[in-house]
């Protein structure tokens, strides 16, 4: 069985850093194609990066781009998004997930099989 575990949220303020992390048992994240999730309070929740598992396809959402960085440290099995120049835009509940059919091009929304509980990040100005 496939679970996610996510870790890192917290409180910053505007123009902080923070670094989740999403440790994986049950499948290798070598050979998954990971995903990070945001949902707002009041909104939908919404793909902000994604990358394949062969690193070769990767997904930034325009909201995101230039400042979140997602990553990988395959030895411990663990996802990593790097966030920069947080904005009280950014506050969201932020979750992993993982499409572990995933193919060379990084996983769409609706394609994603796991998901973890979700870890909060709430940005102050």
């Known amino acids: 069985q496939v679970q996610l575990v996510e870790s890192g949220g917290g409180l910053v303020q505007a123009g902080g850093s923070l670094r989740l992390s999403c440790a994986a048992s049950?499948?290798?994240?070598?050979?998954?194609?990971m995903g990070w999730f945001r949902q707002a309070p009041g909104k939908e929740q919404v793909l902000i990066v994604a990358?394949?598992?062969?690193?070769?396809?990767?997904y930034t959402a325009d909201s995101v781009k230039g400042r979140f960085v997602m990553s990988r440290d395959n030895a411990k099995n663990t996802v990593y998004l790097q966030m920069n120049s947080l904005t009280p835009e950014d506050t969201a509940l932020y979750s992993c997930?993982?499409?572990?059919?995933?193919?060379?091009?990084?996983?769409?929304?609706?394609?994603?099989?796991?998901w973890g509980q979700g870890t909060q990040v709430t940005v102050s100005s």
């Open positions: 997930a993982a499409d572990i059919h995933g193919g060379v091009s990084y996983s769409r929304e609706y394609q994603y099989d796991y």
């Open positions: 049950g499948h290798t994240v070598s050979t998954t194609n």
């Open positions: 990358d394949s598992w062969s690193g070769h396809s990767i």
